[in-house]
């Protein structure tokens, strides 16, 4: 998303709700919500009527299905005439900061990879590897740190849950060292 | 009184050794995780489920009850010296309380708020004795459809009354409904929105959506414009304590934010917001020194912090005897009271007499033990606050990997897990509220099966919706909550 050739935006004019123009982010995602109603629709009519019940269990989907594709088509009218939506202000964020959607792809990235190795390489390396993804791309560049602070958490994590808790997770390739 | 015996004897539950240990170690646990920035009481709850997994119910609700006291303690420690409210009820905590500790009050910011915290949970916790068997008694008299109406009213309450946008809310609801619509259902046996796959036949656990949208969603959010400059945390020297002109300001906040604050929290109108609000302007009004306000009154901290804290006291009175969560953290108590076969509403008094009063007797005693970890100990966990970003968000997210993982053993439910993430992001960055959705995942499902179970009755003819005079006088105030506030607001814009 954000390179750094893009100039950076001005700052907001002082009624920010108030911008004109279509956004076409907002309009996406109402027209998303639209055609999650849709889905829903689609997949509720192929659901089979309930025997011998009075209320099948068609009834409720129908309802949730409708209503969805009802709030997506207001979301749309609203997106049309020029409502967006403004970025929730969280605690360590910073409003006026460019997104950067490199940080969390990283973060995901790191996630479903260390996800995939659970069991075969074990709890242990799988969730360091995550917890190393976000650390970097939380701008923690000291690696060989970073790398020791994650398979100390993991292990402790690990000795904890399975030893005091009781729980099972994937030894892995640690099977009989731990 | 029969309220007291059960109390006495739910004493004798939680007084043994064992359940103490558990109790100590749930408020322990809670406030660490409470304390920790980004990390409000819901996600404290959720993100500690898996702690409990092993325990018998008596123990896991015992220290469910410390972790929920525990997190709202450690929320206001964050307010106070990093000015960053974890959830919505604690802004006025960070807008005065961090106003004090600029000041270098941080040390009476902290002590107003930890001993009206511990007031006002007692006093609810005495209301909620009293108040909670009496209301279970009237409702088992509650008919299918009226409990239908009143998780409506819930519904509405949450996601379109106090919201920014109604129409977000309720987008977010819908979105929770339809998760929760996915699994086999119950009464037919049919499959719904499985997609084919086998490992969606039980439905999603709501476990999984809780920390995806919270946790995962959060570090996302967080890290695509993270703050580079680090947010200052004030210094703490010494314990957390008052001088004795403080005592004498802050008793009667304590009190009035109390009175606020429970009855709030026991209408299944929901949200801790409204009487922090109201207590901070009563406060306001009443003070002798008005020109403190918004440059640190401790009155200001005093007034809604112990608002908040009856309130969460509040919210325990319809969950247990409705089975109805009125904020998030509430709704993630009912499902872990699902997950151990367990259905909150008023036969679990009869059903699980002894559960429901040994939770209840550990509420005053975790009350208890949070003020003594809370006063001495305010140093230690204010170091907490110092943890590097990099590391404290990578920490969360293996702590949700291990809560997800470990349901199940699998690894689709952290796919799952990654997909709820992403969403979790999205609703961020487009406003739309997070805790709606959560209702309705949680909710859904039940409003479905009185729904149903009201139709039985009345062989399918909808008019049962109309004949009994309760639900139509709570349909009718769903009614007007959906449409009395964007009409007094559109009047309200025509005016300027």
Redesign the interface.
């Known amino acids: 998303m954000s390179d750094s050739t893009v100039p950076p935006i001005p700052p907001a004019p002082a009624a920010p709700s108030a911008r004109p123009g279509l956004s076409v982010?907002?309009l996406l995602?109402a027209l998303g919500?639209v055609l999650?109603g849709a889905l829903?629709l689609a997949?509720t009519l192929r659901?089979?009527f309930?025997?011998n019940?009075?209320?099948?269990?068609r009834?409720?989907?129908l309802i949730?299905s409708v209503?969805?594709l009802l709030?997506?088509a207001?979301?749309t009218v609203?997106v049309l005439r020029g409502g967006r939506?403004?970025?929730?202000a969280?605690?360590?964020?910073?409003?006026d900061?460019?997104?950067?959607?490199r940080?969390?792809g990283?973060?995901?990235g790191g996630?479903?990879l260390?996800?995939?190795l659970?069991?075969p390489l074990g709890?242990v390396i799988g969730?360091a590897l995550?917890?190393?993804s976000?650390?970097?791309?939380?701008?923690?560049r000291r690696a060989p740190l970073?790398a020791g602070?994650?398979l100390a958490?993991?292990l402790v994590?690990y000795v904890v849950?399975t030893r005091g808790?009781?729980?099972?997770?994937?030894p892995g390739i640690l099977k009989g060292v731990l | 009184m029969e309220a007291v015996t059960s109390l006495l004897a739910g004493f004798e539950t939680a007084l043994t050794p064992l359940n103490l240990l558990w109790a100590l170690i749930g408020v322990t646990l809670g406030t660490l995780v409470g304390v920790l920035?980004?990390i409000g009481p819901a996600l404290t709850v959720a993100l500690l489920l898996?702690?409990t997994?092993?325990l018998p119910p008596v123990s896991a609700f015992i220290m469910f009850a410390g972790i929920y006291y525990g997190g709202m303690f450690g929320g206001s420690t964050t307010s106070i010296l990093?000015n960053?409210?974890?959830e919505s009820s604690s802004i006025i905590t960070a807008l005065e309380g961090n106003r004090m500790a600029r000041k270098g009050r941080a040390a009476a910011a902290l002590a107003t708020a930890a001993i009206g915290s511990f007031v006002a949970g007692t006093i609810g916790t005495v209301l909620l004795t009293f108040a909670a068997p009496a209301i279970a008694n009237v409702a088992v008299m509650i008919p299918p459809s009226a409990k239908f109406a009143l998780i409506m009213l819930a519904f509405v309450t949450i996601s379109a009354t106090f919201g920014a946008s109604p129409?977000?809310g309720?987008?977010s609801l819908?979105?929770g409904?339809?998760i929760g619509?996915i699994g086999t259902?119950l009464?037919?046996g049919?499959a719904?929105?499985t997609l084919g796959r086998p490992e969606l036949l039980d439905g999603i656990e709501f476990v999984t959506v809780v920390i995806g949208l919270f946790a995962?969603g959060?570090?996302?959010?967080?890290?695509?414009?993270?703050?580079?400059d680090r947010?200052s945390v004030i210094k703490l020297d010494g314990n957390a304590s008052m001088t004795r002109d403080d005592w004498r300001r802050s008793w009667k906040p304590w009190l009035r934010g109390t009175a606020l604050g429970f009855p709030f929290g026991a209408i299944p109108a929901g949200g801790a917001e409204i009487p922090t609000f109201l207590s901070y302007t009563l406060e306001r009004r009443l003070s002798r020194h008005p020109e403190e306000f918004g440059r640190g009154a401790i009155e200001g901290v005093a007034g809604p912090e112990a608002a908040n804290n009856a309130s969460a006291a509040g919210v325990l009175v319809p969950l247990l005897t409705l089975g109805l969560p009125t904020s998030a953290t509430a709704a993630i108590l009912l499902a872990a009271f699902q997950q151990y076969g367990l259905q909150p509403g008023p036969l679990l008094f009869v059903t699980n007499g002894d559960l429901v009063w040994g939770l209840i007797a550990s509420l005053y005693i975790g009350n208890v033990m949070l003020l003594a970890l809370n006063l001495p100990l305010a140093p230690v966990w204010a170091r907490l606050l110092l943890i590097?970003?990099?590391?404290l968000?990578?920490?969360i997210?293996?702590?949700s990997?291990?809560g997800v993982?470990?349901l199940n053993?699998s690894?689709f439910d952290?796919?799952l897990l990654?997909i709820f993430?992403?969403i979790g992001?999205?609703m961020?960055?487009?406003?739309?509220p997070v805790t709606p959705a959560i209702i309705g995942v949680i909710l859904?499902p039940v409003?479905?099966s009185q729904?149903?179970t009201a139709?039985?009755q009345s062989?399918?003819n909808p008019a049962i919706f109309l004949q009994s005079p309760l639900t139509v006088f709570i349909l009718l105030t769903v009614l007007a909550a959906l449409i009395v506030p964007p009409v007094l607001k559109a009047r309200a814009a025509r005016r300027v």
């Open positions: 982010p907002d995602v919500v999650l829903l997949g659901i089979p309930g025997i019940a009075v209320v099948g269990p009834v409720f989907p949730v209503g969805t709030l997506g207001l979301l609203n939506a403004e970025p929730a969280e605690e360590d964020t910073d409003p900061a460019q997104p950067d959607l940080q969390p990283l973060i995901l996630f479903l260390g996800a995939a659970l069991q709890f969730t995550m917890y190393f976000v650390g970097f791309a939380f701008g923690e970073l602070v994650a958490v993991a994590t849950f808790l009781g729980l099972t997770l994937p | 920035p980004g898996p702690v997994a092993k990093l960053t409210p974890g129409l977000r309720l987008i819908f979105f409904l339809t619509l259902d009464q037919s049919q719904r929105f995962v959060e570090t996302l959010f967080v890290a695509s414009r993270l703050r580079k947010a590097p970003r990099p590391f968000y990578a920490g997210l293996v702590f990997t291990v993982y470990s053993n690894v952290l796919v990654a993430g992403v992001y999205g961020r960055r487009f406003d739309f859904g409003a479905e729904f149903r139709l039985q062989n399918g």
